[in-house]
């Protein structure tokens, strides 16, 4: 009877340890998750403007090779499919290395 409940407190003990563990490693990654959510709210002061202008000028540029091509979406869709793609705002995510960082979308290949 009193290996039993010496092996519980033991086992009580070890499951104690692991939890306070993963408490404070909880703690940690609060820390880490507010200053990846910082760094992610000063790169999109620059990144969302810049990937706006950039969208924009593609916009521009894929409207007018449509209209010069007399309508060929093809053409269009080369340069819209790149500039119009891809992330508009920079995650925490993809600043720990998580998910990539877009700026461009994918290539346009026609069927």
Do not use: H
Not at 69 to 88: F, H, I, N, Q
């Amino acid at each position: 009877m009193v290996r039993k409940a010496i092996v519980v407190g033991a086992v009580l003990c070890v499951l104690a340890q692991g939890a306070q563990a993963a408490g404070n490693e909880k703690k940690n990654n609060y820390w880490s998750d507010a200053g990846y959510g910082t760094l992610a709210v000063f790169t999109n002061l620059l990144y969302m403007p810049v990937k706006f202008v950039y969208g924009t000028l593609g916009l521009v540029t894929g409207s007018l090779a449509y209209v010069l091509t007399v309508g060929d979406s093809d053409t269009a869709e080369r340069v819209w499919s790149p500039s119009l793609g891809g992330a508009y705002v920079v995650t925490p995510a993809m600043l720990r290395g998580d998910e990539p960082v877009l700026f461009n979308g994918p290539s346009y290949s026609p069927n």
